[in-house]
C-alpha cells in the first residue's frame, strides 16, 4: 500500500513538472550537415562553432545585440598598447571537474596560435599568454589590436590537465582527417556536456549540472539529427519528429507557413556566398588548359562573372531570398562600404568578347567543387552556374561532396575553382580581408584563402588596419581593402543569405544575423 501511494505521489509530482511553465526539456533539431569536430580549433565553420559554444566557453561572449560582455572572464582592463589584462570568474569547474584557471587559458592561447590551428584569426596580433595569478592572465600584442575582445569571443577554453590526459595537446589535423579523441570528446566550462557522438547519425548534449551560469532558456538536452533530405526535414518538423530546422528548403516554406503548427521566423545573414579561384599556380590542378592558369587574367575573371545571371539565382534557385552583392561582406559588418558593392552586368556577350580577348575563344575546361550540405541549395547554384559559363563556352564539370570532406579538400588547396561563404564572426571586416584575401602566411593569415590570391597592396592595407588604433584612419583603409577586392575581382561574388529558421509553435528562439543558434536563450513550451 505505502509503495503504491509513493509511486502514485511520484508519478503526479512528475506530471505537475513536466506541466509546470518553465520546466527543462529535450530540443530536437535538425539541418542538412553534420558538426565537423569537437576540437575546437581544427576547423573554422560558423555550424561548427555553434555546437563548440554549446560545452566550450571563451573570455567574452556576445549578447543578444552583439555588444561583448563577460563571460571566463569578469573583466579586462588594458594597461598598454599592447597589454591587456583579464581577471577570471572564480570557482569555475571544467565538465570533469578540473578548477579552470589562467593556466587553461595559457595553454588554450597557445594551442590556438599552434601551426595546424585553423583559428589563429581570432588571435590576430596575439602574441603570447602570461599567467599573472590563478585567476589572471595577460594576452601580449605586437601593437594595438582594435578588434581584441570581438576576436576573443571565438577563442575557447579547454582544459590543460584534460588535454595533456587523453594526447590531445597538438590540435587535431583535420586537413589530414586525423582521429583524436578531442574529435569526438569534450571537456569545456559551458552549459552543455557532450553525451554522445554518432557522426552523421545523432549528437546528444545534456545540461552542466555544475554550469557556473543561469540558462535564460529551459532547454537540458539537445538532441541534434543531421538530414540532409530536404523533404526528409520538412517532413520530420511537420510530423512533431524534430522540434527546429536551420535550414528549411525554401521550395517548402508555403508548406510550413501554411500549417498552425509550424512557425518561420527570416534575418538577413551576416554571409557572403562566393566563387574562389586558384590564382596562384602557374598550371591549374583541374583544366585542360596546359602551361598557363587563365585565372590570373583579370579578363577571365570578368568573363565569368559577367556571364553570371544572380537575378535568374535569385528569382529561381533563392525563391527571394537572397540579396545579390559585389562586396565582399554585408552591411551589418562594421566597415562596409556601398561604394565597392557593385558587380559587372550580366551580359554574355560581353563576357565572350572577354574570353576571346584573354585568348580563350573557345573557352576552356575546368572543375568546380561545391559542398551539397552547407549553403542554401549550394549544389543547385553550383550547378545552375556551370549552366550559365556553357554559354559561354566554358566545360565546367561539378564535384559536389558532403562538406565534411569538402572543407578538408578546399583547405589543403586542392581545387581550382569552389565555393566558399564567409559568416564575419567579429561583425568587423578585417576578420573576413585576413581570412579570405590575405596571402597565406605561417601567422594564420590568409588561412582560409583557398585560391591564394595574393596582392601586395592588399596585405599592406590589412597589416595596416590590424593596428590602426585610430577610428577614421582605420575605417578607411577597411574602405580601400573591400574596393581593392572588388577592382581584382579577387572572388565572383554571389549574394547575401536571407536566413529562414521553422519550428514547431511551442518553440521560442533568437534569430541570430551570424546564422548561429544560442541553446542558452531557447525555451520549449
Avoid at 63 to 82: R, S
Avoid at 190 to 207: C, F, H, M, N, Q
Avoid at 324 to 350: H, M, W
Avoid at 373 to 397: E, F, H, P
Wanted: hydrophobic residues 40%; charged residues 25%; aromatic residues 8%.
Amino acid at each position: 500500500m505505502r509503495k503504491g501511494v509513493s509511486l502514485g505521489i511520484s508519478a503526479l509530482l512528475a506530471a505537475m513538472l513536466v506541466a509546470a511553465p518553465g520546466y527543462a526539456k529535450t530540443f530536437r533539431w535538425a539541418s542538412q550537415g553534420d558538426i565537423l569536430t569537437f576540437d575546437p580549433y581544427a576547423q573554422n565553420e560558423s555550424f561548427n562553432n555553434t555546437f563548440n559554444a554549446y560545452v566550450y566557453e571563451s573570455l567574452v561572449q556576445y549578447d543578444k545585440k552583439f555588444n561583448v560582455v563577460p563571460q571566463l572572464a569578469l573583466k579586462w582592463e588594458q594597461l598598454g598598447p599592447t597589454q591587456w589584462r583579464f581577471h577570471l570568474r572564480p570557482n569555475v569547474k571544467f565538465q570533469e571537474g578540473e578548477p579552470f584557471t589562467a593556466d587553461d587559458v595559457v595553454f588554450s592561447v597557445h594551442r590556438q596560435l599552434s601551426k595546424r590551428s585553423m583559428t589563429k584569426a581570432y588571435l590576430v596580433g596575439v602574441v603570447d599568454a602570461k599567467k599573472v595569478d590563478d585567476l589572471t592572465v595577460d594576452l601580449i600584442t605586437d601593437g594595438p589590436v582594435p578588434v581584441l575582445l570581438r576576436q576573443l569571443t571565438d577563442v575557447r577554453i579547454m582544459s590543460k590537465s584534460w588535454c595533456e590526459k587523453h594526447n590531445v595537446v597538438d590540435v587535431q589535423d583535420y586537413v589530414a582527417k586525423e582521429e583524436t579523441y578531442a574529435v569526438s570528446h569534450a571537456d569545456g566550462t559551458g552549459p552543455y556536456i557532450l553525451k554522445s557522438r554518432e557522426p552523421d547519425v545523432k549528437t546528444v548534449l545534456e545540461a552542466n549540472p555544475h554550469w557556473w551560469g543561469k540558462l535564460e532558456g529551459n532547454v537540458t538536452e539537445i538532441v541534434y539529427t543531421p538530414i540532409k533530405s530536404a523533404a526528409t526535414r520538412t517532413a520530420a518538423l511537420l510530423s512533431g519528429e524534430i522540434d527546429f530546422v536551420l535550414d528549411p528548403p525554401l521550395q517548402d516554406l508555403p508548406k510550413l507557413k501554411s500549417d498552425p503548427n509550424i512557425k518561420v521566423i527570416e534575418g538577413t545573414e551576416s554571409r557572403t556566398v562566393f566563387i574562389g579561384m586558384d590564382q596562384k599556380r602557374d598550371e591549374l590542378l583541374y583544366s585542360n588548359v596546359k602551361g598557363k592558369n587563365p585565372f590570373k587574367d583579370l579578363r577571365v575573371r570578368q568573363a565569368m562573372y559577367q556571364a553570371i545571371d544572380i537575378e535568374a539565382i535569385k528569382r529561381t534557385l533563392m525563391r527571394g531570398l537572397s540579396i545579390p552583392t559585389g562586396e565582399l561582406v554585408t552591411p551589418q559588418v562594421y566597415g562596409y562600404d556601398a561604394a565597392a558593392n557593385t558587380r559587372p552586368p550580366f551580359s554574355i556577350a560581353k563576357a565572350k568578347a572577354l574570353l576571346k580577348q584573354a585568348g580563350y575563344p573557345d573557352g576552356f575546361e575546368v572543375t568546380l567543387d561545391c559542398p551539397n550540405d552547407r549553403y542554401i541549395n549550394d549544389a543547385l547554384i553550383c550547378q545552375a552556374l556551370t549552366s550559365m559559363w556553357a554559354k559561354i563556352g566554358l566545360k565546367v564539370k561539378l564535384d559536389a561532396m558532403p562538406k565534411a570532406q569538402y572543407f578538408a579538400k578546399i583547405n589543403k588547396l586542392d581545387t581550382s575553382l569552389y565555393m566558399l561563404g564567409w559568416a564575419v564572426a567579429t561583425f568587423d571586416a578585417q576578420d573576413a580581408l585576413i581570412n579570405l584575401v590575405h596571402t597565406r602566411d605561417s601567422k594564420g593569415d590568409g588561412e582560409y584563402n583557398d585560391g591564394s590570391y595574393s596582392n601586395p597592396k592588399m596585405d599592406d592595407l590589412i597589416d595596416r588596419m590590424k593596428v590602426e588604433s585610430d577610428v577614421p584612419k582605420r575605417l578607411a583603409l577597411i574602405h580601400q581593402a573591400l574596393m581593392l577586392h572588388t577592382q581584382d575581382i579577387a572572388h565572383l561574388m554571389l549574394h547575401q543569405q536571407i536566413i529562414p529558421w521553422a519550428m514547431r509553435k511551442n518553440i521560442a528562439v533568437t534569430h541570430s544575423a551570424d546564422n548561429r543558434l544560442r541553446m542558452q536563450w531557447v525555451h520549449v513550451n
